[in-house]
């Protein structure tokens, strides 16, 4: 089980809700991929819109992590929390700050910054953030639930192309380590879980596939697949080969005795 806060999560898979051609996948998503945890943007919930408000379409047993998305400092960071938190969103809340907005990378120092007020609140804070191992430790010092390295920009499906930094969070930090963003297949969700990551999110990969449905199904067994793998401690890697039956050249050996 993996424990955020006062929840715990049989399911390691954490979803999105952008980009589906509906809001009507969403359920049928969960439902296929046993997601329990699933990221919002603050912008899209209203309670006023009946069945457009994107609340509508998540299951009262999936847990809201509302995200802060738009935010470009740590204070609108905090503001939107606080919004969500009022809004009946709950306690998780994953910090998005930035300012680049070509390759939407987080801007450290805002999001330490609100990881600082927020985690003083009471709140579950998961910073999305660069596999950085020093900001991650001073974002564990701060309160931060989890840390939420990206593997990759955002919606690009390009994969763990940080799996290197990603793996000294890993094995170093004491919160839970969830890969975030770049992630477009389900091999590339298996390999974060054999690293050790505690969990991935997935949002694009599963959203923009033809069938999001069987996608989301595909993540959540390749999800499962690398956490047992990782669970079951994986043989070394060897340069030379190794015989995996003795060579023991006994056709050999029988000619002599005759």
């Known amino acids: 089980m993996l424990h955020l806060g006062d929840v715990a999560f049989s399911n390691r898979l954490f979803t999105g809700t952008g980009k589906f051609a509906s809001n ?10 046993g997601s329990q945890m699933i990221t919002v943007a603050l912008r899209r919930v209203d309670n006023s819109a009946g069945s457009e408000n994107i609340l509508a379409h998540i299951p009262k047993d999936v847990t809201l992590l509302p995200n802060t998305s738009g ?42 910054r609100a990881t600082e007020i927020l985690a003083g609140e009471g709140f579950v804070v998961l910073p999305y953030i660069l596999p950085d191992l020093p900001l991650a430790k001073r974002l564990e010092s701060a ?33 839970p380590v969830i890969v975030d963003a770049g992630i477009g297949r389900p091999s590339q969700a298996a390999a974060a879980m054999e690293m050790g990551a505690a969990a991935v999110l997935v949002n694009t990969a599963i ?52």
């Open 71 to 112: 935010a470009r400092t740590a204070g609108e960071a905090v503001r939107i929390a606080r919004i969500a938190r009022e809004a009946g969103c709950g306690d998780f809340i994953k910090i998005e700050v930035i300012t680049d907005m070509k390759y939407l990378m987080p801007d450290t120092i805002e999001t330490l």
């Open 24 to 33: 009507a996948l969403i359920p049928r998503m969960l439902a296929a991929s």
């Open 143 to 175: 309160g931060a639930a989890a840390v939420m390295p990206l593997g990759a920009p955002i919606g690009s499906n390009r994969g763990l192309e940080t799996q290197a930094l990603i793996a000294l969070l890993i094995e170093n930090c004491k919160v």
């Open 207 to 258: 959203a923009t596939a033809s069938d999001p449905e069987a996608m989301g199904r595909a993540f959540d067994l390749a999800v499962r697949a690398g956490r047992a793998a990782y669970l079951a401690e994986m043989a070394e890697i060897s340069v030379a080969a190794r015989a995996s039956s003795p060579l023991t050249g006994f056709l050999y050996e029988n000619r002599s005795e005759k």
